[in-house]
Nanobody, 115 residues
Framework: QVQLVESGGGLVQAGGSLRLSCAAS????????MGWYRQTPGKQRELVAN???????NYANSVKGRFTISRDNGKNTVYLQMNSLKPEDTAVYYC?????????WGQGTQVTVSS
């Protein structure tokens, strides 16, 4: 089992920044990709960004140039630096970790961007 603890969400004005963190613990050997997803009421959870164990990153078009994903393998932590936030970024953000053959999800952290 892998346990994930997220932090860093909150309320911010449009144009502001937030940094999300997700720390993994437990059976962490063999963790591959780590990433962030988000979900708003009535919509499917969508990929925001992910990062492979070797550092290759992938971003949703809507956040390219504004968000940066990174990971510290020594701390088993993945980060999401969110800059130039927009009201449409408002969502619950979930951390996801892949440890084949299973996916593990964090509990979610609310990000609210006011206009």
């Amino acid at each position: 089992q892998v346990q994930l603890v997220e932090s860093g969400g909150g309320l911010v004005q449009a144009g502001g920044s937030l940094r999300l963190s997700c720390a993994a613990s437990g059976s962490i050997a063999g963790i591959n990709a780590m990433g962030w997803y988000r979900q708003t009421p009535g919509k499917q959870r969508e990929l925001v960004a992910n990062i492979a164990s070797g550092g290759t990153t992938n971003y949703a078009n809507s956040v390219k140039g504004r968000f940066t994903i990174s990971r510290d393998n020594g701390k088993n932590t993945v980060y999401l630096q969110m800059n130039s936030l927009k009201p449409e970024d408002t969502a619950v953000y979930y951390c996801k970790v892949v440890r084949a053959p299973l996916n593990y999800w964090g509990q979610g952290t609310q990000v609210t961007v006011s206009s």
